[in-house]
């Protein structure tokens, strides 16, 4: 009786040590996830290091997100070549950065979203910098500011920005046309608001009678008229007559990408100070308009 005792309280003695052995192993791991606690709740951890502008150094490339029917700013020249002031600009601005300029033609309606989804690394293409496109992403400083106009067939009753009241306008969609009308007090008065895939279009619409008016940006409405030798069968309002008020353009790239915005705005504050920014502005506009 006694050695069976004996037998049962070695018996219950080693289960006492096997379960301290347990309640230690995982008293520790409680203390391990306290711990991690306490340094998720103590000294905040260092950011991730913006690795953007290393990751354009080692592709060697930066693929620029564009309308490739936006002249000036980008188009297709008679032999199918993109040409234009911002694709001088960033095949320049590549070449001081030290990789290579592939533009990738968008839906412009969707550019902000083949931005934020990697499709591209950059929008350089008259983009327009906007309280409501400052929220998606980021923008280098203005290099050029435009505005909004009014365009209308030369035979056309509207003299004002006013008697646009009851009208059909077009526009491009995606643009910041849109919001420039709908935000003016003569937005609420317009009949109608169509959308095109280009400025030209909406031009080719009003020459056939199916719009009353066109609003565009100045730098793209006024080439457009004066490559087709068209000046004849446009007007543009002037700023008196009415307009739709300036905008800033910039290079957009995503809210995150810290490192390489740095890098564009100090190549493009390079391009302005030596001269060159100028140089391409007045191969395409016969006068320096740069910022």
């Given at each position: 009786?006694?050695?069976?005792s004996?037998?049962?309280l ?11 052995g347990c309640?230690?192993?995982?008293g520790d ?7 991690q606690?306490?340094?998720?709740e103590?000294?905040p951890?260092?950011?991730?290091e ?22 000036p700013?980008?188009?297709r020249?008679?032999?199918?070549e ?8 960033a ?6 950065l030290?990789?290579e ?10 550019v902000?979203?083949?931005l ?17 496109r400052?929220?998606?992403?980021a ?5 050029m ?14 003299k004002s920005k ?6 059909v306008?077009g ?20 009949k109608?608001?169509k ?10 619409d ?6 009353d008016?066109?609003?565009?940006n ?28 300036e905008e ?6 995503r809210?995150?990408?810290k490192?390489?915005?740095?890098e564009?705005n ?12 100028a140089?391409?502005s ?7 308009i740069?910022?």
């Amino acid at each position: 009786m006694r050695k069976k005792s004996i037998i049962m309280l070695l018996l219950v003695a080693a289960l006492a040590m096997l379960l301290a052995g347990c309640g230690g192993s995982q008293g520790d791991t409680a203390n391990q996830a306290a711990e991690q606690q306490t340094n998720q709740e103590g000294e905040p951890a260092a950011e991730t290091e913006d690795q953007s502008w290393e990751k354009i150094k080692e592709k060697g490339k930066m693929v620029v997100g564009l309308d490739d029917n936006y002249p000036p700013a980008g188009f297709r020249d008679e032999n199918g070549e993109l040409v234009g002031v911002d694709i001088d600009l960033a095949k320049e601005a590549a070449k001081r950065l030290g990789v290579e300029a592939v533009f990738q033609p968008v839906i412009w309606d969707a550019v902000l979203m083949n931005l934020k989804n990697g499709d591209i690394d950059l929008i350089w293409n008259a983009l327009g910098i906007t309280p409501e496109r400052e929220k998606e992403i980021a923008f280098t400083d203005p290099y050029m500011i435009d505005t909004n106009i009014i365009v209308v067939n030369a035979d056309s009753p509207i003299k004002s920005k006013a008697d646009l009241a009851g009208k059909v306008i077009g526009l491009q969609l995606g643009s910041t046309a849109e919001p420039a009308v709908t935000n003016d007090p003569i937005g609420a008065e317009i009949k109608e608001i169509k959308k095109f895939e280009s400025p030209t279009q909406a031009l080719l619409d009003m020459q056939a009678g199916r719009i009353d008016a066109v609003v565009t940006n100045e730098m793209n409405g006024r080439f457009l008229i004066t490559q087709e030798n068209s000046a004849d069968k446009f007007y543009i309002l002037t700023e008196e007559e009415g307009y739709f008020g300036e905008e800033p353009y910039g290079v957009g790239v995503r809210l995150e990408d810290k490192a390489f915005l740095a890098e564009l705005n100090r190549v493009l504050n390079e391009m302005k100070a030596d001269g060159t920014a100028a140089e391409i502005s007045k191969k395409w506009f016969g006068e320096n308009i740069i910022k």
